[in-house]
Structures are given as structure tokens and as C-alpha cells.
């Protein structure tokens, strides 16, 4: 999903943090509406003339709106539909995933990727412009757990404070 989410980035970004997926979106010839979803969060639909429509629920929060329009973006960019195919994002409170689906697997890897970019995060990090989950969560418009699962999945760490770094200083000391 690495290189699909990247590939993404590389053609359609245009840099700015957040991610506008919007532009992305636009750039990709995918039309995104808000509308009456039901109790989805996002409904992905393929015309039988492979045109791509993306409707997001008005009532859903913004940050849950821009998972389901990356989760969207996904299935799109790794072809799960087919043409004349529809496919209803749920999202959890908890953002919790299946990993037992495999699409929704791969879908819910290519929107952390494409909402968290690696070269974004580990930028932040390295030069301290952020300190804290909630700060990362902030700068990308995630919500907190997306951040600490991509924190995750790149075996990255937030940064010590002082404190705590001179304490595990002091016990090596020892």
C-alpha cells in the first residue's frame, strides 16, 4: 500500500498539511458531494462508465469525513470496485478496522498514509515542531488514534521531554 498511497502524493499533493483531499480527489477525476449517507460515513460508487463519486455524510465529524473520504480514496486507488460497484464506508467511533477483510484492511493503511505522510511525520518529529499525540493529531486533522497507529507502524516515538530524558540518563549512569 506504500507505494500506492505514495504515488498518490507524488502526482496529486500539493505539500500542504493537512492533506487537502479534496484537491487530491479533483486531480484524480473523483467527484466528492455531501449527502445523505444513511449511517455510513462515506458511500464510494463506480459508474459503468468508471467514473468515481464519493459522498460523505454531512452529519459525520470532519475528521471522520476525511477518513472516510482517504479510506474512499483507497479502495479507488487499489482497485477494489468495479465498475457499476458501491461500497458503504463505516467508520467506528473507535476507528476500529476488520484486518480480517483484507480490502478494508488495505484501505484503512492507504488513508493513514495518505492523511499522515511518513516524510510529514518523521519532519515533525526529527525537528520538534510537535510534542505530543494531540499536536500531531491537530497539524494533520486525525484524530488521535490514527496518529499513534501510523506513530506505530513506522516504529516512530514522540519525543522526551527533558525530564524524562535526563532521568533515563541518570539510571544508565548507574
Known amino acids: 500500500m506504500s507505494l500506492f498511497a505514495e504515488g498518490i502524493l507524488n502526482t496529486h499533493w500539493d505539500q500542504s498539511v493537512p492533506v487537502n483531499l479534496a484537491h487530491i480527489a479533483k486531480a484524480m477525476g473523483i467527484a466528492v458531494a455531501v449527502?445523505?449517507?444513511g449511517a455510513a460515513c462515506a458511500v464510494l460508487e463506480i459508474?459503468?462508465?468508471r467514473k468515481a463519486r464519493i459522498t460523505i455524510n454531512a452529519s459525520h465529524s470532519f475528521m471522520r469525513q476525511r477518513y472516510g473520504v482517504a479510506h474512499a480514496l483507497g479502495h479507488i486507488a487499489l482497485h477494489h470496485l468495479r465498475p457499476g460497484m458501491r461500497r458503504e464506508i463505516m467508520?467506528?467511533?473507535s476507528y476500529h478496522v476488520d484486518y480480517s477483510?483484507?480490502?478494508e484492511s488495505e484501505a484503512n493503511d492507504f488513508a493513514l498514509r495518505l492523511l499522515i505522510p511518513t516524510q510529514v511525520l518523521q519532519f515533525t518529529l526529527t525537528?520538534?515542531?510537535a510534542e505530543s499525540l494531540?499536536?500531531?493529531a491537530h497539524l494533520f486533522e486525525v484524530p488521535d488514534i490514527l496518529v499513534k497507529q501510523r506513530l506505530a507502524d513506522l516504529d516512530l516515538r514522540l519525543p522526551q521531554p527533558l525530564v524524562r530524558q535526563l532521568q533515563a540518563q541518570v539510571r544508565r549512569d548507574d
Request: glycine residues 12%.
Open 35 to 37: 449527502g445523505d449517507t
Open 47 to 49: 459508474s459503468r462508465q
Open 91 to 93: 467508520v467506528s467511533e
Open 101 to 103: 477483510l483484507r480490502m
Open 127 to 129: 525537528e520538534g515542531h
Open 134 to 136: 494531540q499536536e500531531l
